[in-house]
């Protein structure tokens, strides 16, 4: 395949880190209200001429890979399986030069539809997120009745050969935290690689208390306390999650510590919101408007130069843990998970 410029600078901060992972939110609608992420009512959405358009996206992806070194891009929201665009997005992305390694974080609703035509459109694996097993639950927890739509989701992406399929929850003390062994077991019994995710102060309510987290070691010594875990040997110091085998067999359980143990030292991600705006960070406070610039009639060189300038910003870490803590401004649901 021919590239049309030489191999990229790699994307670097004042740190030196240097950013290859990319996650683009594609809307800030979603179809569920999970307690922890949006209120009952959901958010004043962003209007609809402020959302980069499918064009628009795969340009500035298209800077991302041929002149920023990015090789991964996750597709995120918000819902984005609520875009009808979609298919077209993805197979737009995947007929890049460059074209990125592409993968999709979704609430498995609308998937058992569309997992096939996103796998032939050049999709490559799933994150689908759940936090419980049982529909009453989970029709408190996303405030609707849709469990059985994930559950059907999650075999059509199995099938789709979306894989492996990874299921996210998110242990809330008092809510879902009884369920943590039986949803291994589960996950096991299905054949998907689960991972724990510690809850973030990035609820819109600003509900989130430190003390009534339930860790990453808490999530381990319960599992612990049913299965023998050992440790996966690390070969990507920027993976998030920690994994463990599970009762010396291939499965897998991962932990992912982002407030008690942040991986804030190897991080290699920059985010795009679905309005064009850049993030260095889920925590930054301040973003870079790459949408004005975009429709401003800017070339791809001044787009990837305002980039590198935006990363410079970064800081080293996203501080939830010090006194003085501030959570960013918009939503997980508005910045994509
Ligand atoms: N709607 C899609 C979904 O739910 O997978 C994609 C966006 S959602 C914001 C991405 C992930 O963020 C989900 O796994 C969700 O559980 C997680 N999430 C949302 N709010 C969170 C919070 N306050 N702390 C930790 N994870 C959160
Ligand atoms: Fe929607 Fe995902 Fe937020 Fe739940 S976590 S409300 S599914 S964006």
Known sequence: ???????????????????????????????LRCTYCMPAEGLPWLPAGE??????????????????????????????????????LIADLAGLDRAPELSLTTNGIRLAALAPALRAAGLRRVNVSLDTLRPERFALLTRRDRIEDVFAGLRAARAAGLAPVKVNTVPVRGIN???????????????????????????????????LMVTAAEVLE???????????PRD?????????????????VGVIASVTR??????????????GQLRTCLFARDESDLRTLLRSGADD??????????????????????PGFLAPDRPMSAIGG
């Open 262 to 275: 942040p991986f804030c030292g190897a991080c290699d991600r920059v985010r795009l919101t679905s309005d």
């Open 301 to 322: 060189a001044e787009i990837a130069s305002a980039w590198r300038i935006a990363l410079f910003g970064k800081g080293p870490g996203h501080g939830i843990d010090t």
């Open 51 to 88: 959302l980069l358009t499918r064009a628009e996206t795969t340009r500035l992806v298209r800077i991302a890979v041929d002149r920023l070194g990015i090789r991964t891009v996750r597709l995120t929201g918000g819902e984005p399986l609520l875009r009808p665009d979609l298919p077209a």
């Open 222 to 232: 319960r599992l612990a306390a049913r299965f023998t875990l050992t440790a996966v």
């Open 177 to 211: 935290d009884d369920e943590i062994v039986p949803m291994l077991e589960w996950a096991i019994e299905h054949g998907y690689r689960l991972r724990f995710i510690e809850q973030m102060p990035l609820d819109p309510q600003g509900a989130w208390d430190r003390d």
């Open 1 to 31: 395949m021919s590239h049309p410029i030489a191999p990229p600078a790699p994307l670097l901060d004042r740190f030196g880190r240097a950013h290859t992972d990319l996650r683009v939110s594609l809307t800030d609608r979603c179809n």
């Open 236 to 252: 990507d110091a920027s993976a998030p999650a920690e994994e463990w085998h599970v009762d010396g067999g291939a499965a897998t």
